[in-house]
C-alpha cells in the first residue's frame, strides 16, 4: 500500500503542476475543476500513506499539501463559478509546482524549519506580486525568469555537487550525537585509527592473498574479465578456528587499481578494517599490507576490497571467511557465494563460477551446513536495486541456523519458503541430508543453482512465503537497558548531482556524503539506531566494526537477531541497537555498492579516534 500510494503522490504531483499551469493561462472551468479534483486526491493517497508513519508522510503533511491547499481553498472561495480575479488560480500553480518540488525533487527530511520558511516565502511572495498584478501577467517574461532562476540552481548545484580533492574525516561538519552528551568531536586526536591494530605474536592461521587480474570460465562456458584473489573467483576461503590470530598478506599485482581487504561481519580492531581513505591508504599496484585480527567470533563472513569497491567487488574481489566453533565440524560445510558475473554473454546468475546447475554427491544422513552469502545486488530477476535477492532450498527442511555470522537461538525447521537477502548478508542453512536430491536456486536463474545427491533436480517454485527473521527462532534477549544516544536515519531517493553528474541516488536524511551525518559515540556508550526507508529501493545497511541486534520493526516488537547486514525494504522502519565496544572510525553504508558509490555513506565515530588517511580525487583513495 505504501509503495503504490507514494508513487501515486509523486506521478499525481507532476500532473498537479501540470493541469494548474495550464489553469493559470488559461482559467476554464474543466482545468480548474481537474486541478481541484486533482488536489483532493493527493490529499487521499497521503491519507492513504498515513498509518505507514508519521515519518514517512511528515514532508508531505507539513509541506507538500499545505502549499497546494491554501492557493486551492483560495481558489474555491474567490473564483468560483466565473472564474474572476485570476490570480488565486495563477497562486495554485505556484503552490503546486511547490508540492512537485517537495513530493519528487527535494523530498525534505526533518527538521522542516528552513524548508517551511522559504517555500512559504515564494509563495506569499509570488501570491503578492500576482494579487498586485490583479492576474495581469505576460507569461513569456515570467516563464523566461522562471527558466534563468532554475537553471542558475541547476548549474550551481552541479558545480557544488562535485567533490573535493582532499578529504578527510576530520573535515566531516554534519556531527549528530544522537542526543547524548556533545564532546570534542573526531578530531581532537587522542587516538589515531593507525594506533587502533590487532594483536602481535605468533598467527595461529596465515594466508596470502594476491590480487591479480585473470580471465575465468564460468561452468557455461561465459568468460569473465576478472580480478581475482588468488586467481580465483571468489577468492579462497580462509577457515580459521574461534580464537585464532589470523594474519594475511595482501600482495597487490593488478595494473592500475588499487586495492584493501575488508573482513565483512568481523569486528576487528579498526585499523584492520581495510576501508581505503578511512583505515588504510589502498594498497597500490606491486605494494602488499599485512592484516592481524583474532577471529574472536565463530561463523560465516566474508571478506572483499573496500577501494573502489562498486567495481571491483563487482568483478570479483572477494572471497569467504569461515570461522569455526571449537566443536569439530561434521560432514558437508561449505561456503556458497551468490554473485551476479557481467560476462561475455551478458549478465549471468552463479554461485561461485558455476551459472549452471552443479551437481554435488552427498551421502544420504549426512550433516549439511550450506553457509549463503549474497554478494551481489540482484539485477537479473525483478527490477534493478530494487527486489533483494531471493533463494529457495527444495527438497528437505531445513533451518536457518545463523544470520550475518551469528547463531540463532531455538531455530525451527522450516519448508517451502523463500529466502530474501540484502546484500552482504548470510544465512547458515542446515539440515540432515535424505535420501533424495536437495537442490538450492537462486530465482534469478531457476534452472541453475545447487544439487545435493542422486536422482533427478526437485522442480523449484516461486510462488512460496517469505522467510521472515524477526518471527523466527527464540529471539535473543536484549541486553539493553536505556540507551545513551539515538539516531534518526531517513533513506529515500531523488533526482539529485553526485560528484556532478545528474542521477537518482539514494540519500541518507536527504543528504549524500560527505554532508550525511556523521554518527558520534563515545566508548561504552549505548546506541540505537533508527532507519526509515522512505523511498523506492531497498537498502541493505552494513555497519562496520558492530554487531547490532534488531529491536523492532515498523514499530512492532521483534525477535531479535543480531545483524551486520539488515536488508531495510521501502515503507520499513527498523531500530537496532549495538554498544560502542570498539573505538575507530567505522563506515556505515549501504551494501547495494551502487548506491555507496552515489553517496549513500555515513561514519560512526568515536570521540577522539581520528584518522590521517584522505580520499578525493588527488588522492588514491575511493572506498567506494
Ligand atoms: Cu561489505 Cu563496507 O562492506
Ligand atoms: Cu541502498
Known sequence: MWELATNFTEVLGAVLALLWGLAARWPGRVLVGLGLFAVVIQVGLVGLTWPTGWDFVSNRVVLALPLMLAPSIAVVVLCLPRMEPRWPIQAAAVGALLDFYVVFVDRPAPPYTVNVIVLWAILLGATGLLWWRQGRIRTLPVLAVVVVVLGGAVFYLQRASVLPDRLDMASMTNLDWGGGPVGMGHDHAMRSVTDLVGPVGRADAAFTL???????????GATVDAWTFNGQVPGPELRVHQGDLVQVTLVNQLKNEGVTVHWHGLDVPNAEDGVAGVTQDAVRPGGT?????????????????????????????????????????????????AHEWTTSQGVRTAFGTSDTLRRVAVAPGTPVRLRLVNTSDNTVWGEADKDPRTFVLTGTPFTVAAIDGTDLAGPTPLTDVRLPMGVGGRYDLTFTMPDHPVRLTDLADPGGGLLLGDGPAPAVRSDLPDFDPAGYGAGVPSPFKAFDRRFKLILDDGPAFYDGSLSFPSTINNLLFPDTPMLMVKEGDAVETTFVNRGHNDHPMHLHGHHALVLSRNGEPVQSWWTDSLEILPGQTYTIAFRADNPGVWMDHCHNLKHAFQGMVMHLAYEGVHSPFQMGHQTINRPE
Do not use: N
Not at 210 to 220: F, G, M, P
Not at 319 to 324: M, Y
Open 210 to 220: 594476491v590480487a591479480q587480474e585473470k580471465r575465468i570460465t564460468l561452468s557455461s
Open 289 to 337: 599490507y599485512v592484516y592481524r585480527f583474532r577471529a574472536t567470533q565463530a561463523g560465516s563472513f566474508w571478506y572483499h576490497t573496500h577501494q573502489d569497491s562498486y567495481q571491483a567487488v563487482d568483478r570479483g574481489l572477494f572471497g569467504p571467511l569461515t570461522v569455526l566453533p571449537p566443536e569439530e565440524v561434521k560432514g558437508l560445510d561449505i561456503p556458497v557465494m
